[in-house]
């Protein structure tokens, strides 16, 4: 049975309580909710890689994201037979996009803490995680140069694998040799926690409080401006938003390439979703090489 997972856990937390369950929420008799989940032996990656991300986000910034009480262990020291599971705080979260106040206090918590908070390993993540769908090996870089090039180069092989997009790919990899050497090489940074997925549909606003939230991460360490790609393509986020997360941390040197690093960043995700969607994003992806193919000595 579900609750068979989740009582211990639950028990341990609120020992005097009992729990009602409606999947994927869990109420106790002292009044705390909880969100639960339990997937099927073949999205053991996908939990891990969940959970992993928000204990990160959680010790960088806490109350920033849901906090994870209990998953399936990183390590594989649970059966190889049980269902990955998942048990975290519940919030009710409501949409941010018009929200002036709450954009400006993500933007400086994103600034001040999340992407304050750095990895001493180096760029990459511990776990593979998950862009929607799309598996991110990660694994660790000396150099961001190196950690984007293997991004890139994984989406790359996942499109040459369908069998399709090959001007796509043949562009990649010019972009591969060519752009990223030029444009990320130079820069002067630290390996910073990035939620990597950080587009309308996974911020909010706790309806209990009002402070802004984030969920859904695909977590690794890499260059700050990286986690703002996504967000710029898809809206959602007040001005405000965008102006406070500067204020408190200023676009990285040299600043006249700031532009072309946005859109460098962003064509992962044009790639990630041609991965995803198909061809409907290929030329958004065209689009984005050639700007950056033009651009570069």
């Not at 990459?124 to 190196?146: D, I, K, L, S, Y």
């Not at 040197?253 to 700031?258: A, I, L, S, T």
């Amino acid at each position: 049975m579900m609750d068979d997972i989740f009582i211990p856990h639950l028990q341990a937390i609120e020992p005097h309580a009992q729990f009602t369950f409606k999947l994927p929420i869990i109420e106790s008799s002292l009044g705390r909710k909880y969100y639960a989940k339990v997937g099927s032996l073949s999205e053991r990656e996908q939990f891990v890689g969940e959970a992993e991300s928000l204990r990160a986000i959680h010790n960088a910034a806490p109350g920033l994201a849901p906090q994870v009480f209990s998953a399936v262990h990183p390590d594989g020291a649970a059966s190889p037979l049980e269902r990955p599971y998942f048990l975290s705080e519940y919030r009710n979260i409501t949409s941010l996009a018009s929200n002036f106040k709450a954009g400006e206090e993500l933007g400086r918590r994103l600034a001040a803490e999340l992407h304050a908070y750095q990895s001493t390993k180096g760029f990459g993540f511990h776990v593979p995680t998950f862009c929607g769908a799309t598996r991110q090996e990660n694994g660790w870089h000396q150099t961001w140069e190196e950690c984007y090039s293997a991004m890139i180069g994984s989406l790359l092989t996942m499109l040459r694998d369908k069998g399709r997009f090959s001007e796509v790919c043949t562009k990649g990899e010019e972009v591969k040799s060519k752009v990223i050497p030029y444009l990320l090489r130079p820069l002067k940074i630290s390996p910073a926690l990035l939620h990597g997925d950080l587009w309308s549909g996974n911020i909010g606003i706790d309806e209990s409080t009002g402070q802004p939230v984030i969920f859904d991460p695909s977590s690794y360490y890499g260059h700050n401006e990286a986690d703002l790609a996504i967000a710029r393509i898809f809206g959602g986020f007040p001005r405000s938003f965008f102006e406070k997360y500067h204020e408190h941390l200023p676009k990285t040197e040299p600043v006249d390439q700031y532009e072309l690093r946005a859109d460098l960043y962003e064509l992962y995700h044009y790639l990630n979703h041609t991965v995803l969607f198909g061809s409907s994003y290929a030329g958004s992806a065209l689009r984005k090489m050639d700007t950056l193919l033009r651009a570069c000595p």
